[in-house]
Each structure stands twice: as structure tokens, then as C-alpha cells.
């Protein structure tokens, strides 16, 4: 059975940091790109950033470009996301999800990913 679980969401003020984890069980870990992606009340959800499946593409989405980092270690199953100078923009429901492939496309289009976690609250205080 798979599993995608995340961690480490929380409140932060503004210009603070979060790292977020996900760990990944029951698939090839080390055979799938990886995805965050993120969900604001109202909003549609939308790619924040993701990485190959050995971490030599990655892509994230303008808005958090310079600011969030992600990294992933295959030898733990765990995928990261590092914020930086959290903006109050920047609170949603993240959450991770399992690629169908080893690549990702910097359109974070949903159908490219196969499981998905329930997602870690991140709210941003100003």
C-alpha cells in the first residue's frame, strides 16, 4: 500500500522559515519525481515545485522562485521543501505527491502524478 505523508507545516510569520518533509512508502521512491503543491482557501491548487526522480531537474513556479528549495533523499524516501522569506501569499495546504514518471514538467499538471498526500497546513502571519 502506498503512503505519501507530509510534515513540519505550522504557523510562521512573515519573512520567517518552514521546511516542509514527505515521506513516501510502498513505491520506487528513487524511480519517481516528486511534486509540492499547494491549495489557499478559494483557490485552485496549484504546482509549487518538483524534482526528478535522482534530483537533477527541477522546476518551481514563479512566485517562489529564490525563496522556496526543494531537495530529495532517495535513501530515506523523504522529499523536502525549504521557505524561505514566507510571504503571507504563501498560506495554503501543501501537499506532496508521487509522480507516474522520473520526470517532471515545469506546468505541474496533476495528471502527471500518481499519489498524493493529505497535506500540511502552512499559514503565514503579516
Known amino acids: 500500500q502506498v503512503q505519501v505523508v507530509e510534515s513540519g507545516g505550522g504557523l510562521a510569520q512573515a519573512g520567517g522559515t518552514l521546511r516542509l518533509s514527505c515521506s513516501a512508502s510502498?513505491?520506487?521512491?528513487?524511480?519517481?519525481?516528486m511534486g509540492w503543491f499547494r491549495q489557499a482557501p478559494g483557490k485552485k491548487r496549484e504546482g509549487v515545485s518538483c524534482i526528478s526522480f535522482n534530483g537533477g531537474t527541477i522546476y518551481y513556479t514563479d512566485s517562489v522562485k529564490g525563496r522556496f528549495t526543494i531537495s530529495r533523499d532517495n535513501a530515506k524516501n523523504n522529499v523536502y521543501l525549504q521557505m524561505n522569506n514566507l510571504k503571507s501569499e504563501d498560506t495554503a495546504m501543501y501537499y506532496c505527491a508521487a509522480g507516474l514518471g522520473r520526470y517532471c514538467s515545469d506546468t505541474f499538471q496533476s495528471y502527471e502524478y500518481r499519489y498524493w498526500g493529505q497535506g500540511t497546513q502552512v499559514t503565514v502571519s503579516s
Open positions: 510502498g513505491l520506487r521512491f528513487d524511480d519517481r519525481a
